[in-house]
């Protein structure tokens, strides 16, 4: 007994990833390169807010690098 396929609803797409969805399985299904993974819509949700998160705290760090750098260097040319 062979299983049907998943037919996919593309959700986004761009340059590094796709976000689709299977309504037949009920699954997410976020492809990276050669990397597929395949997430409750529950799983997936939670997921993007911790990705979320962690970007905003990879620009909070950036932004405090660049504000410390900018400072010393005003610091040496007053």
């Known amino acids: 007994m062979s299983e049907p396929k998943c037919q996919l609803e593309m959700l986004a797409t761009s340059a590094s990833s796709e976000i689709q969805y299977c309504a037949d399985c009920g699954l997410v299904h976020l ?3 050669p ?3 395949r997430l409750s819509k529950k799983h ?3 997921f993007a807010g911790d990705m979320n998160k962690g970007l905003i705290q990879l620009k909070a760090k950036s932004f405090s690098s ?3 750098v900018k400072n ?3 610091t040496l040319h007053s």
Do not use: A, W
Request: glycine content about 6%; aromatic content about 6%.
């Open 31 to 33: 492809t990276m390169g």
């Open 35 to 37: 990397l597929t993974l």
């Open 44 to 46: 997936f949700s939670e």
């Open 66 to 68: 660049d504000s410390v």
């Open 72 to 74: 010393n260097v005003r």
